[in-house]
């Protein structure tokens, strides 16, 4: 921004210099946090067919930005989904739980400071042990089906 810089007093004989003065301005607003207790959690298909239970099936979320922004984002929109690994990458126990960090699906061109997940992990229990799932090919859908009841979509893209 370029400032017109003007004497104390417009009778005053005083000169200034220079005339005009370049100045940054920074508009800073109050930062707000929101919490979404009960976002749904999702677990993608695993290629080898393994379905897993999944402990919590719900997250909290704190997001921390500016309130209007925060104020527009609906919690039924908001999900978390995880992907299992594959059953060659891991090295435990066929019936032992997994324990994995869940990507947030955030549908919002919002500007927010920062994004709390909790917990930051879940875990992924298999329903049955993983070896009998070897080379199966079963016909299911791609996203396991969840009991939440803070999200109502059936669909992950």
């Known amino acids: 921004v370029v400032l017109r810089v003007q004497p104390p007093d417009s009778r005053s004989s005083w000169a200034v210099s220079p005339a005009t003065v370049r100045a940054d301005v920074k508009v800073l607003r109050d930062a ?8 749904g959690v999702r677990v993608l298909q ?3 067919g393994q379905t897993y239970q999944l402990k919590p099936e719900t ?15 609906l919690a039924e929109s908001l999900l978390a989904i995880v992907e299992p690994p594959q059953i060659a990458d891991t090295t435990e126990q066929d019936d032992a739980p997994i324990y994995v960090k869940p ?13 709390e997940m909790t917990p930051s992990v879940v875990q992924l229990i298999p329903d049955k042990p993983r070896e009998q799932h070897k080379g199966a ?9 969840s009991t939440n009841e803070t999200s109502e979509r059936s669909d992950v893209k």
């Open 103 to 115: 990507n947030l699906i955030f549908p919002y061109n919002r500007r927010v400071k920062s994004i």
């Open 46 to 48: 695993s290629a080898e």
């Open 32 to 39: 707000s946090k929101r919490d979404f207790d009960r976002v």
């Open 59 to 73: 997250i909290k979320l704190t997001i921390e930005g500016v309130k209007e922004e925060l104020d527009a984002i």
């Open 137 to 145: 090919q079963e016909d299911v859908s791609p996203v396991a089906e």
